[in-house]
């Protein structure tokens, strides 16, 4: 089934790839640059999937999160958070951050195809 | 360093092959059982490597060949006849013998090399396809035990945990458990906040990482999932029975539901487990679970030692006895309570001790099995063995004394009870004769019974016997049970033609004799045609028993509390004023022992005398005493051999003061009794 899924990334190339995949899965991709751009997707609109930058330009990542979560029609949609972060103390669990799970740049597409179908089943 | 094993390895490797006999015995009614296979495999491969590691090299080859052989079978190359348990059953016999060291190799290398030609025989015979057909039939199934413990912001993470329970569910067969603490997961769900636990028992065909894959986006101390594999099942036998339902799919979801929950340690089930503590109680699974393989573990330790410590626990009950009456004197409260004390701890000790010795019933008739088996295909008689009351726990001792007389009993019961095929058809029975076996509790005894079905005692030809024998006279009416009885004198033989099997019919006398040395006894029931039963009743316990401390002119004498039914007081006048010597009790005349009689002691001129009722095998009589005294715990010390041949005592027992109170023989009295 076409989901609608909001992909917040600041760097255009990665963006794209993230775009291209989730339209070869059949899917229709919202964009946006960073975090501040991202929040005129939740004015009741339906989104069923966010995939987030981290690190963004105005608005980054977690503070996006709060955003999205802070709404009641989004408060339980599933979040994931791509992040190049190696630094484990920096990123901190799923469960604290309330997202559905940590993507690691660069990811292999196969599993993030498998992640994406998996959490929209 | 290695000696110090050897002794214990024999003693786990005998237990081994007692139930490698009992899985060949099973597999031969059901060859397409995959279980025993796999058992008998296992058995095998634990004998190759422990042998080896304590020397028994000669053991590790010929296991080694045996465990190639049930791999095929495993494989599905192989068919299970009857041939291969035979020759797994003659393996078993030279393993023993090799334990034993009294194997000469030639035996071992003769079953090698039969061995050998079978599995090169097998592997040729395969056809190439068929063995990968047959495992890509053959999906394994595995059974994982999933706890599922979401944190309580689960939902905020874009997560519901009902699809990781859809996903379970699509991957097998499962059975699911909540524990949802104080709000139902309907409304826990509605609220957004997890407090729920789930407890998933999964059987699928997935591999465990594949398994681990459905709760992808949750972290590591949200869920644990645990492997049971047969193995683990096995060793379990709680377990097994629990989840072996499981297994199977034979099972209701209210019955599953009850087992799942008697599984759980107890403080994981209902609905009280600590949601806001789930880490913990994931952590906790495991080792509880292991731990449980480890109790249900057994120790062997030498029947040597344990006989010491009964030894000892026999003298502590005897001192704590004395130690009583002496402390009666002193009127001390502070001395009495402790000693109160000393004594509840000790008869607890003793209790354990007793408790010791016992083993269940079942790992003497799994030996039977074997026996009954060969005998059957012997003579060429179908028996259908049936066993009851395995579990019935009894005197290690005992069970031993009584090994020789039960193969008797089911020998004579083959043998002569149970008729060939075609008489049995002729007479409308089943082809198959059936053999009972049934243990049970009754009372302070162990209750064993072996029933055939068979043609029964001929006591006509019993008759003929024993008026042959000069035991009773051509015209002389004898009853039923006097007859059956004949058949347990010395010497007497119905059979004309001696038996390969089961000899020339000594054996009813020679059974009597060793169950009556154990303090129990034998009775024998038999209807013509119809069939014949043959109870054995057993004292628990040997050592230790309850008794009821009597007086007869001055002589201490007890009498096992489990014979006696009752006890009353009656005038001397009313006892001994007739000529016969009966008592009326319960409206029915029982026999009158005067013990004083009995004893060649002088009449007694005390008025009222002690009557005491007494029941061996439901026959009633009545033995006077001058007086009770009270009950008495009697540490049973076996009598000289001078006093072997006196009828009226089974043992002897230490008073606190030192003396020697008899234990009167109750059965042998009967007898002794009846037959003047």
Not at chain 2, 67 to 79: F, L
Not at chain 2, 121 to 149: C, N
Not at chain 2, 349 to 357: E, M, Q
Not at chain 2, 652 to 676: E, P, Q, R, Y
């Amino acid at each position: 089934m076409k989901k609608r899924i909001v992909v917040v990334e600041d760097f255009n190339t990665s963006r794209q790839i993230i775009k291209k995949t989730l339209e070869s899965m059949g899917h229709k991709v919202e964009e946006a640059a960073d975090g501040r751009e991202a929040t005129r997707f939740f004015n009741g609109g339906q989104v069923d999937l966010v995939i987030t930058d981290y690190n963004m330009p105005n608005m980054d990542g977690g503070a996006l999160v709060e955003y999205i979560r802070s709404k009641e029609e989004y408060k339980y949609i599933p979040i994931f958070m791509l992040s190049t972060e190696t630094n484990i103390e920096k990123q901190t669990r799923a469960r604290e951050a309330k997202i559905t799970a940590w993507i690691k740049k660069p990811f292999e597409v196969t599993e993030f195809k498998k992640l994406v179908e998996k959490v929209l089943s | 360093m290695i000696d110090e094993f050897v002794q214990g390895f024999i003693e786990e490797v005998k237990e081994l092959l007692l139930q490698l006999e009992d899985d060949l015995i099973g597999l031969e009614k059901d060859p397409g059982n995959l279980e025993t296979v796999n058992n008998i495999f296992r058995v095998m491969h634990t004998l190759k490597g422990s042998a080896g590691m304590v020397g028994f090299k000669n053991i590790q080859d010929l296991t080694h060949e045996f465990e190639g052989i049930y791999e095929q079978i495993r494989e599905g190359q192989r068919n299970i006849d009857s041939s291969i348990v035979d020759i797994t059953l003659k393996g078993k016999d030279v393993i023993l013998s090799m334990l034993t060291g009294d194997a000469d190799d030639g035996k071992g290398q003769e079953l090698i090399d039969i061995i050998r030609k079978m599995t090169a025989k097998g592997a040729r015979g395969k056809s190439p396809k068929k063995p990968k057909v047959s495992t890509e039939v053959r999906v394994s199934s595995h059974l994982y035990v999933i706890l599922f413990s979401p944190d309580k912001g689960v939902f905020e993470r874009g997560l519901d945990p009902d699809k990781v329970i859809d996903e379970l569910k699509a991957a097998g067969e499962t059975h699911i458990l909540l524990h949802e603490k104080k709000k139902s997961w309907e409304k826990q769900k509605e609220e957004k906040v997890c407090h729920t636990v789930w407890e998933i028992y999964l059987r699928s065909s997935l591999a465990y990482s594949e398994i681990g894959d459905i709760f992808l986006f949750f972290d590591k101390d949200e869920f644990s999932i645990f492997e049971l594999s047969r193995e683990e099942l096995q060793i379990d036998p709680f377990l097994e029975e629990k989840l072996g339902k499981l297994y199977k799919n034979k099972i209701t979801p209210e019955q599953q539901l009850k087992d799942c929950l008697d599984l759980l340690p107890e403080q994981q089930s209902g609905a009280q487990l600590p949601a806001e503590k789930p880490v913990d109680s994931i952590a906790e699974i495991k080792p509880v679970e292991t731990s449980r393989y480890d109790m249900e573990a057994t120790v062997n330790v030498s029947s040597h030692k344990l006989d010491e410590l009964m030894n000892l626990v026999s003298e502590l009950v005897t001192l704590t006895a004395t130690m009583e009456v002496h402390a009666s004197r002193f009127n001390d409260p502070r001395l009495s309570n402790t000693l109160e004390n000393v004594e509840k701890l000790t008869k607890k000790f003793r209790n354990n001790a007793l408790d010791l010795r016992l083993v269940p019933v079942g790992t003497l008739l799994s030996k039977f099995k074997r026996q009954i088996r060969d005998l059957s295909k012997e003579l060429g008689k179908k028996v259908n063995l049936l066993i009851e009351g395995q579990d019935i726990e009894i005197d290690k001792t005992i069970l031993k004394s009584i090994e020789s007389p039960l193969q008797h009993i089911i020998r004579n019961s083959i043998d002569h009870g149970l008729e060939p095929e075609e008489e049995r058809l002729s007479k409308g029975k089943s082809p198959e004769g059936m053999l009972k076996i049934t243990a049970f509790y009754s009372g302070a005894s162990v209750i064993i019974q072996v029933q055939d079905d068979g043609r029964g005692i001929n006591l006509e030809r019993v008759r003929e016997c024993a008026v042959k024998k000069g035991l009773a006279l051509a015209d002389q009416v004898l009853s039923k049970q006097e007859l059956i009885s004949m058949i347990m004198e010395p010497g007497f033989t119905t059979s004309d033609n001696i038996s390969m099997v089961s000899g020339r019919g000594v054996g009813m006398n020679v059974v009597r004799k060793e169950l009556n040395s154990v303090g129990g006894g034998l009775e024998v029931f038999t209807e013509k045609n119809l069939g014949t039963s043959i109870t054995m009743k057993l004292p628990t316990t040997l050592t230790i028993i309850d008794t009821l401390m009597i007086d007869v002119a001055n002589s201490q004498i007890l009498i096992p509390i489990m014979d006696i039914e009752y006890c009353f007081k009656e005038k001397r006048q009313t006892l001994f004023n007739k000529d016969n010597r009966y008592i009326q009790y319960k409206n029915n005349p029982i026999p009158l022992i005067s013990l004083r009689e009995q004893f060649s002691y002088p009449a007694s001129d005390i008025e009222d005398l002690m009557v005491i009722i007494i029941n061996k095998f439901d026959r009633k009589y009545a033995v006077v005493a001058d007086l009770i005294i009270g009950e008495h715990q009697a540490v049973i010390k076996p009598l000289g051999d001078l006093f072997v041949n006196q009828p009226f005592f089974s043992g002897g027992s230490i008073m606190v003061d030192g003396k020697l109170a008899f234990i009167l023989d109750t059965n042998f009295l009967f007898n002794h009794i009846t037959k003047i």
